[in-house]
């Protein structure tokens, strides 16, 4: 009876750790990431930190409004999508498709969307999923979420070899976009930040001040926005982390699309 009895009790052990363990892990994954119901997109979550902003003197290929080089602190976690939008998914939300590279795929990066446009588009993102978390990164967030703890020139390390890794530019595109996803990620998980298509990021245009900052969202006004990460079209230097480039909000490019970043 006694062996009976304890031979019941470790079934219903097991049973119970069975049942236990899926929802511990779905728990601790619903933590680290995030998928969007509306555009079957994948965020991963990105830590809270501080990073040094911009490039030190010595960096090859660096310009000069990535000086001075600054610390900044990002105080709160935030959720990246791991790919630039696509085309497939700007169409489940605004019903057309205006890259110029259309015959690429809806697996393709979205392009030749003015900042306005990606407004537009995460307005109605927002209201057709109940919520106002979605939007585009800072120029900070970007720069931190690029980096992933790195230091170097670009997430995959110095070289432009390094690169080759890492994105699609001028040297290996084809002069032309290709599907999300397919180089190698920086250790957060993010694809493509550098290459393939600049991306959109919150902030207007400013030159970088000395001295360390906490969630720095750039000026309140100006006359263009900022836009990271290089392009199919870039060479190497124009891919690096530190990288900055402008370009006016109603302005649209087969060069250019963006990223979403969703607050917790």
């Not at 304890?6 to 363990?21: E, G, N, P």
């Not at 015959?103 to 407004?119: A, K």
């Not at 390390?157 to 032309?176: E, M, Q, V, Y």
Request: aromatic share 10%; proline share 4%; glycine share 10%.
């Amino acid at each position: 009876m006694f062996n009976k009895m304890f031979v019941l009790m470790l079934i219903a052990i097991s049973l119970t750790m069975v049942c236990l363990v899926p929802h511990s892990i779905a728990r601790e994954k619903g933590i680290n990431t995030f998928t969007s119901p509306t555009l079957g997109a994948k965020f991963v979550l990105v830590p809270a930190g501080t990073f040094m902003m911009g490039s030190p003197g010595g960096e090859a290929g660096r310009d000069s409004d990535e000086s001075p080089q600054h610390q900044v602190t990002i105080g709160h976690h935030f959720y990246m999508q791991t790919t630039e939008v696509t085309q497939g998914q700007w169409k489940r939300v605004m019903g057309n498709n205006p890259s110029h590279f259309s015959s690429c795929g809806d697996d393709c990066p979205v392009e030749q969307v003015s900042w306005e446009d990606v407004q537009g588009f995460i307005r109605k993102l927002n209201s057709m999923e109940g919520t106002g978390k979605y939007r585009l990164p800072t120029e900070a967030q970007w720069e931190y979420a690029a980096r992933a703890g790195s230091a170097t020139r670009f997430h995959a390390g110095n070289s432009d070899d390094d690169l080759l890794h890492a994105g699609w530019l001028k040297t290996n595109s084809g002069s032309k976009t290709h599907q999300v996803g397919q180089k190698a990620p920086n250790s957060w998980g993010l694809y493509d930040m550098h290459g393939n298509v600049y991306e959109w990021v919150q902030d207007w245009f400013r030159l970088y001040s000395a001295g360390s900052v906490t969630d720095s969202a750039g000026p309140s006004s100006g006359s263009k926005r900022v836009r990271r990460g290089g392009s199919w079209s870039s060479i190497a230097k124009f891919c690096r982390s530190a990288n900055r480039d402008y370009f006016g909000p109603d302005q649209r490019s087969g060069l250019l699309g963006f990223r979403l970043l969703r607050t917790q």
